[in-house]
């Protein structure tokens, strides 16, 4: 089966957040926030790339999101991409273009924003695939 680049974005960086604990050392914010909003542009492949993704704590224990969000960093600079911008928030922004609920089976929410809007049915077919709900907006 053919994936378009930003669903194979989507999900290798999604579909695995939460490498084994010995192989990370999640940098702790100062305050307990609720969510990591991760941004960047880069090229990947040939094509242009504006991420703005953020992952939101639904009642997972904490160290699962700060685990998620470092391991996000971590996969994409292992694939040759620079890792996002994270900055940490209370709650992700309003009005994302879709969400992903209990992703990979946690009380972790995924929230995309700046998507292509042909790619939007990718996204969804990639949450699924993840084990999650997808909820538009």
């Known amino acids: 089966m053919k994936y378009p680049l ?3 974005l989507s999900f290798g960086l999604l579909a695995a957040p939460f490498p ?22 880069f090229e990947f492949m040939g094509q242009e790339m504006d991420i703005s993704d953020c992952i939101q704590n639904d009642g997972a224990p904490h160290a699962q999101l700060l685990t998620a969000c470092n391991g996000i960093s971590e996969m994409a600079t292992g ?19 879709g969400r992903c609920l209990h992703m990979n089976g946690t009380r972790l929410t ?24 997808y909820a538009e907006g």
């Not at 084994?20 to 542009?41: F, R």
């Not at 991409?81 to 922004?93: E, Q, R, Y």
């Open 6 to 8: 930003a669903l194979l």
């Open 20 to 41: 084994p604990s010995a192989q990370t050392k999640p940098m702790k914010p100062a305050a307990a926030p609720a969510a990591c909003l991760m941004e960047g542009k």
């Open 79 to 97: 694939m040759g991409i620079p890792a996002p911008t994270t900055t940490w928030l209370a709650s992700c922004p309003a009005k994302p273009q």
């Open 110 to 133: 995924a929230y995309y924003y700046k998507r292509l809007v042909k790619d939007l049915p990718d996204v969804e077919s990639s949450c699924e695939l993840m084990g999650g709900r």
